[in-house]
């Protein structure tokens, strides 16, 4: 089973920036579906940005023009580039894997999913 590690988390004041970063133990994944997910106190956990094998990225409304997703396949590694935090962005954030369907296609249906990081706490303060 692929292994997720993220690191990167911690606190920081609004308007400041993180990047955090999560790093896979099969380079199949990092060419793969690889994504950010997260987590608050009382909330369900919703997907915030994903990036599949062709480089092609999705984001949530609420992160759109402040975070960036990128991977290096070189590294195994994919990262969250977060700009103009906000204290509504305290959360749990989580990398996550999946394999494409036999179209190369990623579907990211939460339940699904098979492959999890522990997570990493970020922190926003007004």
């Known amino acids: 089973q692929v292994q997720l590690v993220e690191s990167g988390g911690g606190s920081v004041q609004a308007g400041e920036s993180l990047r955090l970063s999560c790093a896979a133990s099969?380079?199949?994944?990092?060419?793969?579906?690889m994504g950010w997910f997260r987590q608050a106190p009382g909330k369900e956990r919703e997907g915030v940005a994903v990036i599949g094998g062709d480089g092609s990225d999705h984001y949530a409304g609420s992160v759109q023009g402040r975070f960036t997703i990128g991977k290096d396949n070189a590294k195994n590694t994919l990262y969250l580039l977060m700009s103009s935090l906000r204290p509504e962005d305290t959360a749990t954030y989580y990398c996550a894997a999946d394999v494409p369907d036999s179209l190369g296609r990623c579907s990211w249906y939460d339940p699904h999913i098979p492959h999890w990081g522990q997570g990493t706490q970020v922190t926003v303060s007004s």
């Open positions: 099969k380079s199949s994944y990092s060419s793969g579906c």
